[in-house]
């Protein structure tokens, strides 16, 4: 039963297993924008449809993510909560933040980074043969590699983990009261803090030092919080979740996961369309309209929110033929699983390379890898920010 | 074919140098870089795809 204590997530943030919700696929098909409720109560226009995705999160003037309602929170302004969190910005303050950044996660950087990946993935496959079938994907896999790699990456002490992990799915769990949720994310913000306040007085050679070292003078410090507090969170959870339920599409597609085991060729192609048919940040991303403008036929007026669902836009035919099957021999790169428009994914190449390095991985080293659960018992955690799972026993 | 890039709007996402690493390049602050101009066979259809996954829309083509 819904309550004021557990809130139930409004329909374009449900899930149904790997799928989004059937009701999206009428809505894709309906002509104009379906009117939905978000969890502030406020209403909002759903846009489902591939084209009219890009169209509204390409279009940074006409649709702003600065301006949309933050949580209150006891004891932080709304200044605050937005400080340097690039997802709740617009150019041009976005636009000098984010090239501050960018340059970490250049192709070239992250394929450099690529040896020490390896090295995380099958030291964690290692443990995993050692102590021997079965084992659970999430806790012993799918989350410790990349958040070891965020830690490293960014300044972050791995020993912190249990404390920044329970935060982080607190944080994006939909169910939790909005307040709760808020003052988690303040919590994290000032463990950050202290992070941040060390790089300060002594920067080292990670990801925080750099930022404090080359652009001291660019960065407030609340800035600098607000940015380190999302490459934390952004750079584990997403990452961690399309490894659990990736491994799970593969595994009940085994042909498909053959293809992945056996042929080099297909691992890039595999990861995107894994992306796109998963789509895991599947909440609605936000945004208000600054002026008075119109979508898909529909009219839409200055302060109107729009949500947008990229897992229904990911499985319009527009995009792929056949859009609800996984085919990763597809050539699928085109979807919108890692945003669209200024706020495309910052992180997306390292995130690509992750994948490409554990998934292949995985499969290599137990050929016979299955889920030790049968599929109708599998933890999906659909009422978070970031679709996954809670775990995933495998046996092999 | 002629392949034009917007420094400015560009936001170092890197898709195109996944999807045609012999048309595009990024400089260190990840900004796009035109290393082929006017592509040929292969390399003009990667760039054409490069195009379409560009999520800036700093990328475009003259035909």
């Given at each position: 039963m819904a309550s004021a204590q557990t809130p139930v997530p409004p329909l374009h943030m449900r899930r149904d297993r790997f799928d989004p919700p059937a009701e999206m696929a009428g809505f894709r098909e309906r002509p104009g924008l379906a009117q939905v409720t978000t969890p502030l109560g406020r209403p909002a226009w759903l846009v489902t449809r591939y084209e009219d995705a890009r169209e509204v999160l390409g279009d940074a003037t006409r649709?702003?993510?600065?301006?949309l309602p933050v949580v209150p929170v006891p004891g932080a302004t709304p200044e605050e909560q937005r400080s340097g969190n690039l997802l709740m910005l617009d150019p041009p303050e976005h636009t000098r933040l984010r090239r501050l950044l960018t340059g970490e996660f250049t192709v070239k950087r992250i394929r450099r980074l690529q040896p020490r990946i390896a090295e995380i993935v099958d030291a964690h496959l290692d443990a995993m043969a050692q102590a021997g079938p079965p084992a659970d994907l999430v806790p012993d896999f799918a989350l410790p590699v990349p958040s070891l790699v965020i830690c490293e990456l960014l300044g972050?002490?791995?020993?912190d983990r249990a404390e920044f992990h329970g935060r982080a799915a607190k944080q994006l769990d939909l169910t939790r009261p909005m307040e709760e949720r808020g003052k988690v994310a303040m919590e994290s913000r000032a463990y950050m803090g202290d992070l941040v306040d060390r790089a300060l007085a002594e920067p080292g050679h990670d990801m925080l030092g750099m930022l404090v070292r080359e652009h001291g003078d660019d960065l407030t410090r609340t800035e600098l919080v607000g940015v380190a507090s999302l490459l934390l969170i952004a750079g584990h959870e997403t990452t961690a979740n399309m490894l659990a339920i990736g491994t799970l599409a593969l595994l009940r597609n085994p042909e498909q996961a053959a293809m992945v085991r056996d042929d080099p060729a297909v691992t890039a192609p595999a990861v995107e369309e894994l992306m796109r048919y998963?789509?895991?940040?599947?909440s609605g991303v936000p945004r208000v309209a600054t002026t008075t403008t119109e979508v898909a036929g529909q009219a839409v007026a200055p302060g109107d929110v729009l949500v947008v669902s990229l897992p229904a836009a990911d499985r319009d035919r527009a995009l792929v033929e056949d859009p609800d099957r996984l085919d990763v021999g597809r050539a699928a790169s085109h979807h919108v699983a890692f945003g669209h428009g200024v706020h495309h994914c910052l992180g997306a190449p390292l995130a690509r390379m992750e994948m490409a390095t554990a998934f292949p991985a995985l499969l290599r080293r137990f050929p016979t890898l299955a889920p030790a659960i049968p599929f109708d018992d599998v933890d999906f955690r659909s009422a978070s920010l970031v679709h996954g799972l809670r775990s995933l026993p495998i046996t092999w | 074919m002629k392949i034009k890039a917007d420094r400015d709007v560009c936001i170092g996402a890197g898709n195109c140098v996944l999807a045609a690493e012999n048309v595009f390049d990024q400089d260190d602050d990840a900004i796009v870089v035109i290393l082929e101009e006017s592509p040929e066979g292969k390399d003009a259809d990667a760039a054409r795809n490069a195009v379409g996954s560009?999520?800036?829309?700093?990328l475009s083509i003259e035909e």
């Open positions: 649709f702003s993510s600065a301006g972050v002490p791995y020993s998963l789509s895991v940040v599947h | 560009c999520p800036s829309g700093a």
